[in-house]
């Protein structure tokens, strides 16, 4: 079956005694569904066990596939824009750290929360698709702000940041891009010696 270059077909995967012995629910022979799609001239496959073709459209299970790493992302959203990259949380006992994990945890998504709002206002524009650190720096501000605010103006500044945050809109992503992999140099606490005048002749 061929779908805009994207080739669908079901094979059948025999069970090794191992994983019948681990676990008793599996049959002997699996039915998946292969799904291949075409990148400039290189194939990526995708095998799953969502064999329903009507339930589980094989077109958008490759656009999934595309944003797989979306929660590597929201990690580094995290790490980098909310912790400012630090490598240690500021709480030391085990009871406050837990409780830092936790607001993180809570504003990330709060922010999440308020981009998928802004992002349903306007049309062809997914939550993903706009900038988490001018986001955040954006509504930091506003909550900043907000305790001098006029209470009958909330809504409208409100309403102002919404229209205000669509503007942080990333560009399109290449759905064949890739990185080469490699080891990243560690930034070193100690300031880097310069040459003084003679060394430079």
Aim: a positive charge; aromatic letters at 8%.
């Amino acid at each position: 079956m061929k779908l805009s270059q994207v080739l669908v077909k079901t094979i059948k995967l025999k069970a090794t005694k191992h994983a019948q012995k681990n676990f008793p629910d599996v049959p002997e022979i699996i039915e998946a569904r292969l799904i291949s799609k075409t990148i400039k001239g290189k194939r990526y496959r995708i095998l799953t066990s969502m064999t329903e073709r009507l339930r589980f459209p094989s077109n958008e299970i490759v656009d999934l596939y595309c944003h797989r790493w979306e929660i590597e992302l929201g990690y580094r959203e995290m790490k980098q824009t909310m912790l400012n990259s630090a490598y240690h949380l500021r709480s030391k006992r085990p009871d406050m750290v837990k409780q830092e994990l936790w607001g993180v945890l809570l504003a990330y998504n709060l922010i999440r929360r308020m981009m998928t709002i802004a992002a349903s206002k306007v049309d062809g524009i997914w939550p993903n698709q706009l900038s988490f650190s001018s986001y955040s720096m954006a509504v930091i501000q506003y909550f900043s702000s907000v305790s001098i605010m006029s209470p009958g103006n909330i809504p409208t500044h409100w309403n102002h940041l919404l229209e205000t945050l669509c503007l942080f809109k990333l560009p399109i992503r290449q759905e064949d891009r890739k990185y080469s992999r490699c080891v990243k140099s560690k930034p070193s606490k100690y300031p880097h010696k310069k040459r003084n005048a003679s060394q430079l002749n």
